[in-house]
């Protein structure tokens, strides 16, 4: 072995340590053995080629350099896609997460086309008629269109019926106009948009006979396929440096009275006759807001994905490194045998495992609600927006902060951006906010809750998920404490309906004493966010255990141990973080407390031996990490060390600015 490829000591004797087997758990993580072997089949056609190394690391680039870059790469990784990997899946799984996933090898930041395959090519799907699909999905597939998403604008993003982009029908020409009559109508962030884009998806208000119809989606041409200038009645534009996704190319938009064909209205859900005539043919109010469900569904699995490349990376460096000793001139310690560091540690993987069971049995139930929808039946898509909403808000706001949790754990190598952990930071964070504003959504499930709940007080049998309403009004006082994993779901669900229950009174309180609705709404909405983020912690317990339970019926042993142990960790980690509301809603005692708090300990001993092979059950290749920290091999400090020779910076001894700025000023009298 040379040393180039020699594992690190520490990193081998974790692995020989470890007591299970670790592509069982990545069997269950991946959903199936199958669906594991397609996924290593797909990474060896995509990745073999080496095509993602860069010359230069993206991050000594300049912005117009990093966006080039950026193209370049898409453009081999589309071309891998088209020509090699779709072969093997077939093209139904074009915008899978497996090839989002292998995309990571190629991109530290986010590809351009990344909203085309992510958001432009699901509305085409979800929001067109059959025959528009047929004029625009393969061409939009093979990419001879690439497309953007253009919903947001300067002056709205929360509020989508307040968008001011105005599409007026004109039936003398059958045509729409596209108009920006405002600086805050231009549309702001979509990514693609600002350089990548010739066409996108724009979000505008439906004028037609006068009469303004509410916001509507229309499929727009924005640059010449030939030239990629703008056309004529098109300004468009980059918005700037960003915290992350700066190789995103986010974009602004505005239209001067710009004509589209009227059969470039996306005509699933209503359509314009050319007489002008308006038809809805949805049957409910919000079908148009599809896509953004759909991508909400999506980004749990993201959050999960991007969590467990953080917890890969510090799990394998806290094996590597060593500081501190615990007792006089004893050998220094390897970090991750500091409980404090199982502590920081630990969660996150178990909280990787959980998002990613969650987000499988989302996804499930999306295409259920999809089904269902498909004969015409729509009473499943409330639950299925609460759902998505609070699940979407809670696991990439959780993500983020146990995303930046690592990157404290890994001390000041952390801070590197070779270590990947602050891009990973930044592409994460922006999840809490796009795709819908974290507290926004969480109100939006509230509105649903609230609803169920008084469903359950007029003694009315609920859906499923919020079934534990029902429970509520047949039960009197506090819930009995239980230390079984059934036992502390079944308290985390009271501590939801008790919450809810309190909103409930608040609001109807506040209208007593003579508010209106609207305003009692307001003054609750602290404690309603409140009420839905503890709704959603309860159905992440729930189906986390729930998930565990099912699929590892016919494990081994050790893996049913070692996946047990994580879920038990999870639930008692949030049964310590909630012990006010244990207090208030359950007959916890503090001496249950105690035993919690000893249970927690015991738990992170007991995983200690297997965390690295835990990690490496996530089976992600060192490509798709891009980190310092973080490779299988645990050569942390080589890596860094030849990182610090691609820095450009390092290419000459003396720094030419020595002899412009730093000797005349050394040699300056005061
Ligand atoms: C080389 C290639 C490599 C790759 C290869 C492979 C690639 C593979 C690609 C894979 C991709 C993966 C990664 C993706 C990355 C994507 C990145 C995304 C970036 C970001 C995109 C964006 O960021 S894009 C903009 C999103 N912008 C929002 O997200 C606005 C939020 N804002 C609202 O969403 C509304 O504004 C808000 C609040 C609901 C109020 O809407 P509103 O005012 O109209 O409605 P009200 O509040 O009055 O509510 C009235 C009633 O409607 C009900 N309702 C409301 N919504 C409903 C709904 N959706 N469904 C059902 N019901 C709904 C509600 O529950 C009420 O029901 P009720 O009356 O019964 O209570
Ligand atoms: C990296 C990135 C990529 C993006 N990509 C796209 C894209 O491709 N296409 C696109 O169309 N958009 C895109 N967006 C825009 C994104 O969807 C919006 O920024 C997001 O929906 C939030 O809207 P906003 O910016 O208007 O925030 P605001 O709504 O102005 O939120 C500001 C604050 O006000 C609070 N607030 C707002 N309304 C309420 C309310 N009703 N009740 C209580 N609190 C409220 C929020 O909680 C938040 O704290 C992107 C954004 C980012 C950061």
């Given amino acids: 072995m040379t040393s180039k490829n020699k594992i690190n000591e520490d990193l081998a004797n974790e692995r020989r340590k470890c007591n299970f087997n670790i592509e069982e758990v990545t069997y269950i993580l991946d959903g199936g053995k199958e669906k594991t072997?397609?996924?290593?089949?797909?990474?060896?056609?995509?990745?073999?080629?080496g095509a993602s190394v860069d010359d230069i690391p993206e991050e000594y680039l300049s912005a117009r350099e990093r966006y080039e870059n950026a193209i370049r790469k898409s453009c081999i990784y589309t071309n891998i896609v088209k020509n090699e990997v779709l072969e093997i899946t077939g093209i139904e799984n074009y915008g899978s997460p497996v090839l989002r996933r292998t995309g990571d090898a190629f991109f530290k930041d986010?590809?351009?086309?990344?909203?085309?395959?992510?958001?432009?090519?699901?509305?085409?799907?979800?929001?067109?008629?059959?025959?528009?699909?047929?004029?625009?999905?393969?061409?939009?597939?093979?990419?001879?269109?690439?497309?953007?998403?253009?919903?947001?604008?300067?002056?709205?993003?929360?509020?989508i019926r307040g968008l001011e982009t105005t599409a007026t029908y004109d039936p003398e020409t059958e045509e729409f106009v596209l108009h920006s009559p405002t600086i805050t109508s231009y549309k702001w962030w979509a990514g693609g948009l600002g350089r990548t884009a010739n066409h996108c998806t724009v979000v505008a208000q439906l004028y037609t006979q006068g009469k303004c119809h509410g916001t509507h989606l229309f499929i727009v041409q924005i640059r010449d396929l030939e030239t990629h200038m703008p056309l004529p009645g098109v300004k468009v534009g980059e918005i700037g440096p960003r915290m992350g996704f700066n190789t995103a190319d986010n974009g602004f938009l505005g239209f001067n009275n710009y004509r589209i064909p009227r059969m470039n209205m996306m005509m699933k859900n209503a359509q314009v006759l050319k007489d002008g005539t308006y038809v809805k043919a949805a049957r409910h109010g919000k079908l148009t807001y599809g896509t953004?469900?759909?991508?909400?569904?999506?980004?749990?699995?993201?959050?999960?994905?991007?969590?467990?490349?953080?917890?890969?990376?510090?799990?394998?460096?806290?094996?590597?490194?060593?500081?501190?000793?615990?007792?006089?001139?004893?050998?220094?310690?390897?970090?991750?045998?500091?409980?404090?560091?199982?502590?920081?540690?630990?969660?996150?993987?178990?909280?990787?495992?959980?998002?990613?069971?969650?987000?499988?049995?989302?996804?499930?139930?999306?295409?259920?609600?999809?089904?269902?929808?498909?004969?015409?039946?729509?009473?499943?898509?409330?639950?299925?927006?609460?759902?998505?909403?609070?699940?979407?808000?809670?696991?990439?706001?959780?993500?983020?902060?146990?995303?930046?949790?690592?990157?404290?754990?890994?001390?000041?190598?952390?801070?590197?951006?070779?270590?990947?952990?602050?891009?990973?930071?930044?592409?994460?964070?922006?999840?809490?906010t796009y795709e819908g504003d974290y507290t926004v959504l969480l109100l939006q499930t509230a509105r649903f809750l609230v609803k169920a709940w008084e469903q359950a007080?007029?003694?009315?049998?609920?859906?499923?998920?919020?079934?534990?309403?029902?429970?509520?009004?047949?039960?009197?006082?506090?819930?009995?404490?239980?230390?079984?994993?059934?036992?502390?779901?079944?308290?985390?669900?009271?501590?939801?309906?008790?919450?809810?229950?309190?909103?409930?009174?608040?609001?109807?309180?506040?209208?007593?004493?003579?508010?209106?609705?609207?305003?009692a709404w307001l003054m609750t909405t602290v404690q309603l966010v409140n009420a839905a983020e503890a709704h959603c912690r309860s159905v992440i317990l729930h189906t986390y255990w729930n998930e565990i339970v099912r699929l590892t019926k016919h494990s081994s042993d050790n893996v049913k141990t070692v996946l047990n142990q994580l879920v038990m960790l999870y639930l008692t980690y949030w049964a310590l973080e909630r012990t006010g509301d244990l207090l208030r809603y359950s007959t916890i005692s503090e001496n249950d407390i105690d035993?919690?708090?000893?249970?927690?300990?015991?738990?992170?001993?007991?995983?200690?031996?297997?965390?690295?092979?835990?990690?490496?059950?996530?089976?992600?290749?060192?490509?798709?990490?891009?980190?310092?920290?973080?490779?299988?091999?645990?050569?942390?400090?080589?890596?860094?060390?030849?990182?610090?020779?691609?820095?450009?910076?390092n290419k000459e001894p003396v720094d030419p600015s020595f002899h412009k700025y730093l000797k005349p000023l050394m040699k300056s009298k005061i």
Avoid at 392 to 416: N, V
Wanted: hydrophobic content about 40%; charged content about 20%; glycine content about 6%.
């Fill in 457 to 519: 007080e007029s003694g009315k049998v609920v859906t499923p998920t919020v079934a534990y309403l029902n429970r509520h009004f047949t039960t009197n006082g506090k819930m009995i404490w239980d230390n079984s994993p059934e036992g502390i779901i079944r308290v985390f669900q009271s501590v939801a309906a008790g919450k809810i229950s309190l909103c409930v009174r608040s609001i109807r309180n506040r209208i007593t004493s003579g508010m209106d609705h609207e305003d």
């Fill in 292 to 432: 953004m469900v759909f991508v909400r569904v999506t980004l749990v699995g993201e959050a999960s994905f991007n969590l467990a490349k953080a917890v890969t990376i510090a799990v394998r460096y806290s094996a590597v490194r060593r500081q501190s000793e615990l007792r006089p001139g004893s050998i220094e310690p390897q970090i991750l045998d500091y409980p404090t560091q199982q502590h920081k540690l630990f969660i996150c993987i178990a909280t990787a495992h959980a998002f990613q069971l969650t987000a499988s049995w989302l996804w499930n139930t999306f295409t259920a609600v999809q089904a269902e929808m498909k004969k015409g039946n729509v009473d499943t898509l409330p639950e299925l927006h609460a759902l998505s909403s609070c699940l979407k808000a809670l696991s990439t706001s959780d993500a983020t902060a146990y995303i930046e949790q690592c990157r404290f754990a890994c001390g000041g190598h952390g801070y590197m951006l070779s270590s990947n952990l602050p891009f990973l930071y930044a592409f994460v964070v922006a999840t809490r």
């Fill in 595 to 649: 035993l919690l708090q000893r249970q927690y300990e015991e738990l992170l001993v007991k995983i200690r031996p297997n965390a690295v092979g835990l990690v490496d059950a996530f089976d992600i290749r060192d490509e798709i990490l891009q980190s310092t920290l973080g490779s299988y091999d645990g050569r942390v400090y080589e890596r860094l060390m030849e990182e610090v020779q691609k820095n450009p910076l």
């Fill in 37 to 49: 072997l397609q996924r290593k089949k797909i990474e060896d056609v995509a990745l073999n080629g």
């Fill in 110 to 159: 986010i590809s351009p086309f990344m909203l085309h395959l992510g958001m432009f090519v699901p509305s085409i799907i979800g929001q067109c008629t059959a025959e528009q699909q047929a004029t625009w999905l393969p061409r939009a597939l093979d990419m001879k269109i690439i497309g953007a998403y253009a919903q947001t604008e300067l002056g709205h993003g929360t509020f």
